[in-house]
């Protein structure tokens, strides 16, 4: 299935989470991480950040 899914203005680094519930985007243009949760195919949370987050990573 695919989807479209609107998140920041910008989105540019996307990673997925350890469990495969939730994709986290960062959005350079709103200096935000949106939170998108898979099984539901919408975002659920938008995180504000630094300036111009354009990668992302998670840490075991």
């Given at each position: ?47 504000p950040?630094?300036?111009i ?8």
């Open positions: 299935m695919v989807a479209t899914i609107e998140t920041g203005k910008g989105a540019h680094g996307v990673v997925t989470s350890p469990n495969q519930k939730y994709v986290f985007v960062t959005n350079m243009f709103d200096n935000t991480v949106s939170v998108i949760d898979k099984v539901r195919n919408k975002a659920i949370k938008t995180v950040v630094g300036e987050p354009n990668g992302i990573s998670i840490m075991p």
